[in-house]
């Protein structure tokens, strides 16, 4: 049988290279997310059947509860997420994921969320990072009760030093010592005025400065070996500062739009200097928020026999969902 005229969306969300600024505010966690054009893709078919491989279990999670709450509980779908990055590193792939789900899922039902609801809603899955609204945004990460826009990204260049080990976002969240984050609040407070000025005024080496001074602060939560190298070689090379995954491994090396041969200069250099380093390459800092590909009507989809043998790490990975 072939079913005709079910909705489908595509979505593209930006990965992240760490945080710019990650801490507590009010005596509340938050951060300020660092995107990177680098995107999870996301397409959701509502009351399609598409050929299964292998799907993460969070973005399914988040794809129903988008639809749940949108009136449409146990509709069957079909799902399928592409993402260029590795997870557990601090590039944001769970969150783009989720967000990405949740958006397909509402597009593809008719419907638009605001932002703060797709927060919500990726934070009933898991802590999330605050690509789901433009620009760059400040956001209760664990439990969405606040988030706003601090202003547009600005065209930095990020050299990301990708270093070995992993680390689960759930079970550092789990053991955060709230009460060392606390203690450091002032710090936190001048980060964000940093970053603020930095975006209102066009101070791009401010937004360096609270980048950095969060990477250090975070240092007692989750050491990153080589961050204090990793800012010295950035200084040596006219940077503008370093940001870190907060709950990841990698560090990204902030620079300029006009300093494409000193980032390229100081990767050079990372490769030799840095221990445990596994790879660097170049990007850019992009705004948050969804993209939205294509939605629709789709004709006479391809039916596909479902395999015995599922995969668990394809990078593409599509499946269809029933109550």
Not at 96 to 118: K, N, Q, R
Not at 206 to 228: D, F, H
Request: aromatic fraction near 4%.
């Amino acid at each position: 049988m072939i079913r005709t005229g079910f909705r489908t969306a595509e979505v593209e969300i930006p990965c992240t290279c760490g945080e710019l600024v990650q801490g507590v505010l009010g005596g509340e966690p938050f951060l300020v997310s660092c995107p990177i054009d680098r995107y999870s893709r996301v397409k959701v078919a509502l009351d399609g059947e598409s050929q299964v491989r292998a799907t993460p279990s969070k973005a399914r999670r988040a794809a129903e509860a988008a639809l749940s709450a949108l009136g449409h509980g146990g509709r069957s779908f079909s799902l399928d997420v592409s993402c260029p990055l590795p997870p557990s590193k601090g590039f944001g792939t769970s969150t783009a994921d989720v967000v990405g789900a949740i958006t397909a899922a509402s597009v593809a039902a008719g419907a638009a969320l605001v932002p703060i609801e797709v927060a919500r809603l990726a934070v009933s899955i898991e802590p999330s990072d605050g690509t789901m609204f433009p620009g760059l945004a400040i956001l209760d990460h664990r439990s969405a009760r606040d988030g706003a826009v601090l202003g547009s990204a600005p065209p930095l260049l990020i050299a990301v030093l990708e270093f070995e080990g992993t680390v689960d976002t759930l079970e550092y969240n789990s053991r955060l010592d709230i009460t060392y984050l606390r203690s450091r609040e002032p710090e936190y407070i001048r980060a964000v005025e940093l970053l603020r000025r930095g975006l209102q005024g066009g101070r791009w080496d401010l937004v360096g400065q609270a980048a950095t001074l969060s990477a250090r602060i975070n240092q007692r939560m989750l050491p990153k070996p080589e961050l204090e190298r990793a800012i010295r070689l950035g200084e040596a090379h006219g940077a503008l500062g370093v940001c870190a995954a907060h709950s990841g491994t990698l560090l990204g090396v902030l620079f300029g739009p006009e300093q494409e041969l000193q980032a390229r200069a100081l990767m050079a250099s990372a490769q030799t200097r840095l221990k445990g380093l596994e790879r660097c390459w170049m990007t850019r800092l992009v705004d948050g928020g969804p993209r939205v590909v294509s939605a629709g009507a789709v004709p006479e989809p391809q039916m596909a026999a479902i395999p015995s043998s599922i995969g668990t790490t394809e990078t593409r990975r599509t499946r269809r969902f029933t109550e």
